[in-house]
């Protein structure tokens, strides 16, 4: 269950960061009220070899896409500010751990344990965000940081 546990590296990094906001994740119904709210993506790329050999390591990249969403006409500052206060947990070389065993993660539909068979660390690679930008009635800033972890085949 590694995918799984980057995923949930990631998620749980999210949440533990307590911005305030409503989030938006995949595959799970989401109606936007009228304050600012997020929406969350873990976007994997290809697994590429690391090492070699049946306890070699596999080195996973991908990214962690965060949709910020304000209403519209009220500037640009609320949305780099926040977007200064997320980038300031996720700067490079911060390392997020998947969850324990048996840690429930309340983003999803229910409770399940997680099966760490050992520890996976996910490494924050760069942290950037693009300019706001209206999108369904909103001003989105999206945020992308990228991400590594090195996997163990055995």
Known sequence: MRFLDIRNALVLS????DYGLA?????KDFTPGTDPWAALFVVPSQPG??????????????????DLNHPLN?????????????ARRYKAGEHFDAPALSETLVADFRAQEFLV???LEVLIRSCGYEQPRRV??????TMTIFYSAWVSRA
């Open 23 to 27: 989030t938006a994740f995949p595959n």
């Open 136 to 141: 369904e009635n909103w001003s989105r800033t």
């Open 117 to 119: 068979w050992e520890p």
């Open 14 to 17: 999210w949440l533990d960061g």
């Open 74 to 86: 009220k500037g640009d500052i609320p949305a780099i500010t926040l977007a200064d206060q997320i």
């Open 49 to 66: 070899v690391a090492t070699l050999g049946d306890q070699g390591q596999d080195q996973h990249d991908g990214f962690l896409q965060i």
